[in-house]
């Protein structure tokens, strides 16, 4: 099972800092994570910014990038700052 972190605000939009997840067997990419989370939360489109980067593994990667099961994946909003 895949555990998924959430980061900043998309925990508030998750309701949840971390789960724990069986990957659907249309999910094979970090793209399509992105897309299959953002429809089961509901959260209309906060999870498909181009601003909002992934890590696998703790490696940042980009949409194309292969998941699994086993791997850890992070979703993170952007770092604002003044």
Do not use: H, Q
């Amino acid at each position: 099972m895949a555990k998924i972190l959430y980061f900043g605000r998309l925990s508030d939009i998750t309701g949840a800092a971390e789960e724990v997840l069986s990957l659907p067997d249309t999910v094979a990419t970090a793209g399509e994570l992105r897309t299959f989370l953002d429809l089961k939360f509901e959260a209309n489109g906060a999870l498909l910014e181009p601003t909002v980067r992934i890590a696998v593994n703790n490696e940042l990667c980009f949409d194309t990038e292969s998941i699994a099961d086993s791997d850890e994946i992070a979703f993170m909003p952007p770092v604002g700052g003044g």
